[in-house]
């Protein structure tokens, strides 16, 4: 069982796993992997508790309703599964700043929660907009041939790579 | 087989939810052995200098397009195609991919990482993503017909668009993932 407690596994046998996971969650739930919906459902859950019923008469929580369902329970999955796998390798530790970040933006862990939550913003914007993410339309949707998630996954990397560039080759 | 298309509206959902609990566990397993979990490892793919990212996402598509594809011809599964257009899948795309590159997650591995214990991840990008999803909601009324409905192209797949059999799609496809990643290996990426 020593590679339970490995801190890397080959890229290729987990992206295999993935793919192996995603044929069982189509045959058993009838569901393709996807989490950025989750995230939707809980800002309407939260939006609820300061502002009432009155947030779930607006037209996009009638589609996508503020409960917890499938997805919500394989997003909190993935919180435990990651921290069972990080306690078996010792990998887990409490980290406020990434060593990239730090090396180029300096170890301010405020200006980088400040950041964080800017990216943040633009993500679960641009996510609901598109209507996926790097699961539900670069993995899910790709390996399903769907044109949306060819054409959102091939957008996510070029708005990536180009921002990418700019923060660390221009900005920093 | 029960037929499923996806409206944009939610159906009761009558998933048990514990089998999503149990994807999800294995699907975070997955994700934290694989390093998708880290800042570093996400960008270091964006700056094109860690390719870990990419081997992880294109080993799952080709290992699940072979997969469900078998399935779908044996009539086990059926497909679930999300809809889009390009107002909605280019633009959307885009700003997908600024926070990306800014945050250093996305929504599935923003959750690998708080349970791998990054605070910048759990205080900061959850917090934002949540912002985010929050403020599409409130201007959803007035994008829908507008803005999400330019170039519409619906739950289209490949093989529909190209009015072939979907295996006229799948092979060739499978062929030049495989390609890319032994590209990759031999170029030390």
């Given amino acids: 069982m020593e590679w339970m407690t490995e801190t890397h596994w080959s890229p ?8 192996i996971l995603s044929g069982f969650t189509f045959l058993i739930s ?18 609820k508790i300061f502002r009432g019923k009155k947030v779930t ?3 996009y929580y009638q589609e996508v309703k503020p409960i917890i369902d499938w ?46 939550i800017l990216g943040g913003v633009c993500l679960g914007f641009g996510a609901r907009w598109t209507g996926g993410c790097t ?35 221009v900005i920093g | ?58 080993s799952a598509v080709v290992t699940g397009m072979l997969g469900i594809h078998i399935m779908k011809t044996l009539g086990w599964v059926t497909l679930h195609p999300k809809p889009g257009s390009a107002g909605m899948s280019i633009i959307g795309g885009l700003i997908f991919g600024v926070g990306f590159a800014v945050l250093g997650y996305c929504p599935g591995t ?20 949540l912002l985010g999803a929050g403020l599409f909601a409130a201007l959803y009324a007035g994008l829908k017909n507008n803005i999400l409905k330019k170039g ?25 993932i495989i390609f890319i990643l032994i590209w990759l290996e031999k170029s030390n990426l």
Avoid at chain 1, 31 to 47: D, H, L, N, Q, Y
Avoid at chain 1, 91 to 109: C, E, I, K
Avoid at chain 1, 135 to 149: E, K, R
Avoid at chain 2, 110 to 129: S, T
């Fill in chain 2, 110 to 129: 923003i959750a690998g990482a708080v349970g791998n214990g990054y605070l910048d991840a759990l205080i900061g990008g959850v917090v934002g993503i």
């Fill in chain 1, 135 to 169: 699961s539900g339309h670069g993995i899910s949707g790709t390996l399903q041939l769907a044109l949306s998630s060819w054409i959102s996954a091939i957008c996510f990397f070029i708005g990536g790579i180009t921002t990418a560039f700019l923060l660390y080759h």
């Fill in chain 1, 57 to 59: 008469e607006k037209l």
């Fill in chain 1, 30 to 47: 009838k569901k393709p992997i996807g989490c950025s919906t989750a995230f939707a459902r809980t800002s309407g859950m939260v939006e």
């Fill in chain 2, 1 to 58: 087989m029960e037929k499923q298309k996806n409206t944009g509206t939610d159906k009761p959902d009558r998933s048990p939810l514990v089998w999503g609990l149990i994807f999800g566990i294995i699907f975070g397993f997955l994700l934290q052995k694989g390093g998708v979990t880290k800042y570093d490892v996400i960008v270091g793919q964006l700056l094109l200098t860690d390719f870990t990212v990419l081997k992880v996402m294109l």
């Fill in chain 2, 152 to 176: 519409d192209f619906g739950t289209i797949t490949l093989p529909e668009l190209f009015k072939v059999n979907d295996w006229i799609v799948v092979i060739p496809a499978a062929g030049l």
């Fill in chain 1, 71 to 116: 997805e919500w329970m394989l997003v909190l999955g993935i919180v435990i599964g990651s921290l069972i796998s990080s306690l078996l390798s010792g990998d887990f530790h409490w980290q406020w700043v990434p060593l990239r970040w730090a090396s180029t933006f300096g170890s301010n862990a405020l200006v980088r929660i400040l950041v964080a």
């Fill in chain 1, 12 to 19: 290729y046998v987990v992206g295999i796993g993935i793919g």
